[in-house]
């Protein structure tokens, strides 16, 4: 799998890369965490976020498909104790409904062959009033970052979609979600974070 063949060094590319936005990203996601908070994770990656989100809540369970990426989420997280480190498909989570206050999902979206089916999952275990949080980068319409991501997808990334800003709200809008809020972490590569709140 070619992230856990990246999971070594992915921090230090995206650092170098872009260490601005990777490192503001974590500290906006935590903004939206309280401290009573019970926090799901997908796709957490190298735990890039994780280790932000974990001071900020009561229980943390980070999820990703990767191994590899998940041996790096427990290296950034052995501080906290609150968390919970799993291998987990976001399409498919084995939990019940409405079981999560935040539901996290960072810089997946344009990877999933079915991502409005992900959506929903991610949906069905929030609880009412929670929210889904999903920042994705957005890079379509700068030719430098399409560079970089043409460089990933020879090294094996498989990237389904690309968004700007506009594309990305439009991406929600077509799914129907309307209590939606977004915020920009600007940087080298920008990212665009969705806020919903489940009703």
Not at 29 to 39: K, L, T
Not at 47 to 65: H, N, R, V
Not at 99 to 123: C, M, Q, T, W
Request: with cysteine.
């Amino acid at each position: 799998m070619f992230w856990d063949r990246v999971s070594s060094f992915y921090d230090f590319f995206e650092t170098v890369y872009n260490g601005k936005v990777y490192r503001g990203l974590g500290k906006r996601v935590a903004e939206e965490i309280e401290q009573e908070d019970i926090v799901l994770e997908c796709a957490c990656g190298t735990g890039a976020i994780s280790k932000f989100i974990a001071p900020k809540c009561k229980q943390l369970i980070t999820t990703d498909l990767s191994t590899g990426m998940l041996k790096q989420t427990e290296k950034n997280c052995k501080n906290y104790r609150n968390v919970i480190i799993k291998r987990a498909d976001m399409t498919q989570l084995k939990c019940r409904s409405d079981r999560f206050d935040k539901v996290v999902a960072g810089n997946v979206i344009h990877l999933l062959s079915e991502p409005y089916a992900a959506l929903k999952e991610l949906e069905r275990v929030c609880k009412p009033g929670g929210k889904i949080i999903i920042p994705t980068y957005i890079n379509a319409s700068e030719g430098v970052n399409r560079k970089a991501v043409r460089l990933l997808e020879i090294a094996g990334a498989n990237f389904k979609q690309q968004f700007d800003i506009f594309s990305y709200k439009n991406f929600f809008e077509k799914a129907g979600y309307e209590n939606v809020s977004f915020y920009i972490i600007d940087g080298r590569m920008p990212c665009a974070v969705a806020v919903i709140t489940k009703k």
